[in-house]
């Protein structure tokens, strides 16, 4: 009888936790429909210490082949020279894949977050010239995001991009 019990009880947690993680689905058919680069995250884990990925800043690396959870990490422990590549190519995968970006940002601790989006933000008034594609990107993931962690990401870097181009 005890062993009923106790089926009985893992039953009932298994259904409440299954009932508990169903996601709701916001409709992103603004998103889906623009011609943006689909990127396959890769994450295995989510770090944003360059140790953890073997990074030394000793020379410039060339950062195309770096994935975004890389490419973030090595922008957060990055300074100078290395900074300003880095943030070069943070800004490229945002106009590229902004979904992905604001994904993966939106997964990191809250001042990571201000980081990577004050400096993205940065590169695009500064470097690109307010660019069409950032700001259009906005607009359309604001849209797209209007509640979550990635609305919280989205609006910080309008607000980052706004403080930019003042």
């Known amino acids: 009888m005890r062993w009923k019990g106790h089926w009985f009880g893992c039953l009932l947690g298994a259904v409440l936790l299954l009932a508990g ?9 603004t998103v889906e429909g623009q011609d943006w680069r689909e990127e396959t995250p ?14 030394t800043y000793d020379d410039l690396t060339d950062l195309d082949g770096y994935p975004l959870d890389k490419l973030a ?55 690109y010239a307010d660019s069409n594609e950032f700001s259009e990107n906005l607009d359309v993931l604001e849209t797209a995001y209007s509640s979550g962690a990635e609305e919280v990401v ?13």
């Open 21 to 29: 993680c169903q996601r709701t689905e916001e409709p992103l058919t």
């Open 73 to 127: 990490a090595y922008c957060l422990g990055a300074d100078g020279v290395f900074a300003e590549d880095g943030f070069d190519q943070l800004y490229c995968r945002f106009v590229e894949a902004p979904r992905t970006w604001v994904t993966y940002v939106s997964l990191l601790p809250e001042e990571e977050q201000k980081i990577l989006c004050e400096h993205t933000a940065l590169a695009a008034a500064s470097w």
């Open 42 to 55: 890769v994450w295995s884990m989510v770090s944003t210490a360059p140790e953890d990925f073997g990074i």
């Open 154 to 166: 989205v609006s910080l870097l309008r607000s980052e991009y706004e403080n930019a181009t003042v």
